[in-house]
């Protein structure tokens, strides 16, 4: 269960770091994870980390990440 935990902090962090509803935020986490091929879980333990920020209008196969 830590690991849906984690995918919904994570989710929780990108509704404010984009200023979109849960669905959305949740779209884009997936969406990100898609494009970069890595799994969801992963991305999400970099969201909570603070390893990866996300950004309003930025695509999902650019770096979003702060890098």
Do not use: C, H, W
């Not at 898609?34 to 930025?58: C, H, K, M, W």
């Amino acid at each position: 269960m830590k690991v849906r935990a984690e995918i919904d902090q994570a989710t929780g962090i990108l509704t404010v770091q984009l200023g979109v509803g849960i669905e959305e935020a949740f779209v884009r986490l997936r969406a990100y994870a898609y494009a970069q091929g890595r799994r969801l879980a992963e991305v999400a333990a970099d969201v909570v980390a603070r390893r990866l920020s996300f950004f309003p209008n930025t695509d999902p196969d650019q770096g979003d990440d702060d890098a």
